[in-house]
């Protein structure tokens, strides 16, 4: 009696292992609904680039900053500073003592790469899977989401974006051109401000 | 002597130079030149802000440019539809540019950015801003690699790994970057669509002038037929733009005139069937009329060249005064069969005709002095109308119908209610000053708010159109540039060079983010002392091998591979400078002839002038403001902002206020000539109560109606002092003479009718310019005659 009733429930712990199994498993909706819980946020950066036929890696270093729902900041401090600022539809370009605005839509691919950030910061999954085919492998603690282009003019130039992160904290970008060059970010989130 | 007392000689000849007048006329109108562009309604002696503007509406790119808008269908079909048709628009000739967002079609088809780019790469150490001396110094050659290199290794990286060895200081994503318009339409499928709406836009400028209206006509008979096969797939044409609504503005003016024409001739001819009941009668009532026209279209044609639509549209009206003419001779002569005919019309009536024609021709002749060549156009055909159909009544008309219109028809009862309405009108003299005082005190109250028109409410373009036209403007980020910076200069270089001290101010607004950008021609067309200045700051080869390798050590760009560009530099040395001529071929040669023209001479002997224009973008979320602008651009005396619509505004303003004087001085023009005529004051003050208490409660009822009273309203008050006074002139006469017979009467009031119920169609017109003359003669004409009778002190 009591090894049938054990045995049952050795049975029945297994059943619920192996179909309850999925819903455990870390998806979409759950890293959405992590990243769109932080409304704004502040980073620091490092970044390497490697391109071919240069003798070293390209590196800089920055900060970057977030706003719910459509500001996004990267600011170059090092080697040069320059700042790429985008709100709503517009871009802002600041280098080289000039600063140009440009539209955004006016140049899809430009979207798409900004939306490869800015709509996983803000947990837009809609966004993403507009311009991407997303991949999301690994948990919560560490996660990892592969973005492969859908257009293919975008395709020609860029393979595909890797992001990396941490519950809700992005914290490393990696993107793959098409001609073999790579991008890899490294992103340390500053603690919120008080 | 035979019994209509003309001998058979002088009714050969009167007839006879009649005839060839009429005949001469004609030919001279088949073979004239009509117009229907907003030309007319320009100050023909602008300043020079003006000037340039009026250049710009005339034969500007704007006045070239066509919005167009795919609908329906599916975004992919669109998409296919736009490639296609931007194809067969770039294949008839008629178009010099047609874009529609597309860069990456094949061959010929991109639009010229193939070319540009290799065009801009070519030159692009005479055409970059940055290019100075402190740029090839070492320090200068390590940020601007710097810079370059930054771009590597991102999505942007790509196109630039091609030119790295030979531009490795970045000069020509710098001068494509500044290129790039800071608001554009937003692109999906590879083309321009609505970000409002599921729709695919394209922009079309054409080749021939936008004043030539046969030719736009042509372009766009094209299009239309170009989109012919997608219409079949369910998609829909949307067009607009300034060209279309001078084409359509030209058809609507003849289609109107000629509708009024007709519709004219078919009321007035019911009205005088009813009064004469005689063919022969009705004929001859519209020779006057006829000849009237023919005279003001030739006047005009010989004075002024061409004739606008609305001078035509107007000169309809003439009708109803033409005819009055002709309906008093009518009457007056058969009244007086037996003694004399046509002597008694003349000895009795004429007189008052001829005053009347006198006081119609001081009203109009302000009006041929006007600095506006659309009002002096009304004015020389009103004046030269009326005389022609004055001169044909007195003339032909005796010799056509000595002893008048035989029959008497409805004429008898017309009288009779004419009668009762001289003797009831005068009980309502109290009533009528109570609402003369009420109206003028509304006006004075309002005297702000009552002429409230403006330029545009000069333009038959329908509220429908106008809205399309908003809305493509808005997607194509087109929005008519409201701010333009003029440079001016004797010759292209001395405006070139004023334009590039220009662009230097500006680019400190954009800085500050006030401005998103600004286009200048000199951006791809530097002048020759800029571009001699950018030569000579390139080092030799020596020099430049030798801060290279300094600039590039350490860094991760070896001086060994940058061979290609000491030598694209030592080339540059010996580069010829940058023409206009060089530009053929590439789709930058559009933009340049738009943006450096050269102007209209201010005057006779004077040189004309050669104007760079720069297209200020505001900064994304801020209304664009002069102030700033002309702040930032102080101490350039060749340098000026143009805010257009204030311009605009301005000029409205002035061909308002210049009206305004001109409808007082004929109004006392009017007066004094009545004064002169009758020479007694009570009897002026009789004549002039009736008049001004007409225009008074015509203005007053109009203002209190909500209607915005504009410069065409102001000519119809004018209009209803020359005909009123007719009619006050009439009653003064009823007042020597102490009585007038049913017959008499009755000619008044039919004249009166035909007057009213010819500007009564003219008010229905859907040309704002002729609906706002008929809104004010018809109701005028009709109090003035009410009035007329209301202050009559005569017993009849």
Request: hydrophobic letters at 50%; glycine letters at 10%; one cysteine or more.
């Amino acid at each position: 009696m009591l090894r049938e009733l054990v045995a049952r429930r050795t049975w029945l712990w297994l059943a619920g292992c192996l179909f309850a199994g999925p819903t455990w498993a870390f998806a979409m909706p759950d890293l959405m609904a992590l990243l769109s819980q932080q409304r704004s946020g502040e980073a620091r950066f490092t970044e390497q680039r490697y391109v071919a036929n240069l003798d070293a890696p390209l590196k800089s270093s920055g900060t970057l900053s977030f706003e719910a729902p459509d500001r996004f900041t990267r600011r170059t401090l090092l080697p040069r500073p320059e700042t790429m600022a985008v709100e709503g539809n517009t871009l802002t370009l600041s280098r080289g003592g000039r600063s140009r605005q440009f539209t955004l839509d006016a140049a899809p691919e430009m979207v798409a790469i900004v939306e490869a950030v800015r709509g996983t910061l803000t947990g837009n999954a809609q966004s993403l899977q507009r311009h991407f085919r997303p991949q999301l492998s690994g948990r919560a603690e560490q996660w990892s989401l592969l973005l492969v282009p859908l257009d293919a003019r975008l395709a020609h130039q860029v393979r595909e974006i890797r992001l990396d992160g941490q519950r809700g904290e992005l914290r490393g970008v990696t993107m793959e051109m098409a001609d073999g060059d790579r991008s890899v970010m490294q992103i340390e989130p500053e603690p919120a401000k008080p | 002597m035979n019994a209509t007392g003309l001998s058979l000689q002088r009714r050969a000849w009167a007839l006879g130079l009649w005839l060839s007048a009429m005949v001469l006329g004609l030919v001279l109108i088949a073979r004239g030149h009509y117009t229907a562009d907003l030309s007319a309604f320009l100050p023909a002696s602008p300043n020079a802000q003006q000037r340039v503007l009026i250049d710009q509406l005339q034969s500007g790119a704007a006045a070239r440019s066509l919005l167009i808008g795919i609908e329906g269908g599916d975004e992919a079909t669109r998409a296919a539809a736009s490639r296609s048709l931007a194809q067969a628009l770039r294949r008839s000739g008629l178009f010099e540019q047609v874009q529609n967002g597309a860069i990456d079609a094949q061959g010929s088809d991109d639009g010229g950015w193939g070319a540009t780019g290799r065009w801009l790469y070519q030159h692009r150490y005479l055409l970059s801003p940055a290019v100075t001396p402190e740029r090839f110094t070492a320090e200068g050659l390590r940020g601007a690699v710097e810079e370059t290199l930054s771009l590597l290794g991102t999505p942007a990286g790509h196109a630039l790994k091609a030119t790295l060895d030979s531009d490795p200081t970045g000069e020509l994503p710098l001068l494509v970057e500044a290129l790039i318009p800071a608001s554009a339409p937003r692109v999906a499928q590879g083309v321009w669509v609505s970000r409002e709406q599921p729709r695919a836009l394209l922009l079309a400028s054409s080749k021939a002038p936008g004043a030539d209206l046969d030719e736009q006509a042509a372009a766009q008979a094209l299009l239309a037929q170009a989109f012919q096969p997608f219409q079949a797939q369910g998609l829909r044409l949307l067009v607009s733009g300034p060209p279309l609504f001078a084409v359509h503005s030209r058809a609507q003016i003849e289609a109107e005139v000629k509708q009024l024409a007709i519709a004219g001739t078919l009321v007035m001819g019911g009205l005088l069937t009813l009064a004469f009941a005689s063919w022969r009668a009705l004929l001859v009532a519209f020779l006057p009329v006829a000849t009237g026209v023919v005279a003001g279209i030739v006047a005009v044609l010989l004075s002024f060249g061409s004739v606008h639509g609305i001078t035509l549209g107007f000169g309809s009206t003439l009708i109803g005064e033409a005819v009055d003419y002709a309906i008093y001779y009518l009457i007056q002569a058969r009244v007086g069969a037996e003694a004399g005919g046509w002597r008694r019309w003349l000895a009795e009536g004429w007189p008052t005709v001829r005053l009347g024609l006198w006081t119609s021709i001081c009203g109009f002749a302000a009006l041929v002095f006007s600095g506006f060549p659309g009002l002096a156009q009304l004015g020389v055909f009103s004046i030269a109308g009326l005389l022609g159909a004055a001169l044909c009544t007195r003339w032909v008309l005796p010799v056509l119908m000595p002893w008048g219109a035989a029959g008497s028809a409805l004429r008898r009862q017309l009288g009779r209610v004419a009668r009762l309405g001289v003797r009831g009108l005068p009980k309502l003299r109290w009533p009528v000053w109570g609402l003369g005082l009420l109206a003028a005190g509304w006006l004075a109250l309002h005297h702000d708010a009552i002429w409230r028109g403006d330029l545009a409410s000069l333009s038959p373009v329908p509220k429908a159109a106008q809205d399309l036209d908003a809305s493509l403007r808005q997607d194509l980020s087109a929005t008519d540039a409201r701010l333009l910076v003029i440079a001016q200069g004797d010759d292209p270089q001395a405006a070139l060079r004023a334009a590039e001290a220009a662009a230097v101010r500006l680019e400190g607004l954009v800085s500050q983010g006030l401005l998103a950008g600004f286009e200048s021609p000199t951006r791809v067309l530097p002048s020759l002392a800029t571009q001699a200045g950018r030569r000579a700051s390139l080092p030799s080869p020596e020099v430049l091998r030798a801060a290279l390798a300094k600039a590039t050590r350490g860094g991760p760009l070896p001086a060994a591979r940058l061979g290609p560009f000491v030598d694209a530099v030592a080339q540059a040395r010996a580069q010829p400078f940058v023409s206009p001529d060089d530009l053929r071929g590439t789709a930058l040669a559009p933009m340049v002839d738009a943006m450096l023209f050269r102007g209209s001479a201010a005057g006779e002997g004077a040189a004309a002038p050669w104007f760079a224009l720069l297209a200020l973008q505001p900064a994304a979320g801020r209304a664009l403001d002069a102030a700033p602008v002309a702040a930032a651009l102080k101490g350039l005396p060749q340098v000026q902002v143009l805010d257009i619509k204030q311009q605009l505004d301005s000029l409205y303003g002035r061909y308002l206020h210049e009206a305004l004087w001109q409808a007082l001085l004929g109004a006392v023009a009017v007066v004094v000539l009545l004064g002169l005529y009758l020479r007694s004051g009570p009897r002026l003050l009789a004549v002039c109560q009736p008049l001004a208490w007409a225009v008074l409660l015509t203005l007053g009822g109009l203002a209190a109606g909500g209607v915005p009273l504009g410069i065409l309203h102001l000519v119809g008050l004018l209009l209803v002092v020359a005909v009123g006074s007719n009619y006050a002139l009439f009653f003064d006469q009823l007042q020597a003479t102490g009585q007038a017979d049913d017959d008499t009467l009755a000619s008044l009031l039919l004249a009166n009718l035909t007057t009213v119920a010819s500007f009564g169609l003219i008010a229905l017109s859907k040309i704002p310019a002729l609906s706002a003359i008929g809104q004010v003669v018809a109701p005028g004409a009709l109090l003035a005659l009410l009035l007329s009778g209301c202050f009559a002190r005569a017993k009849v």
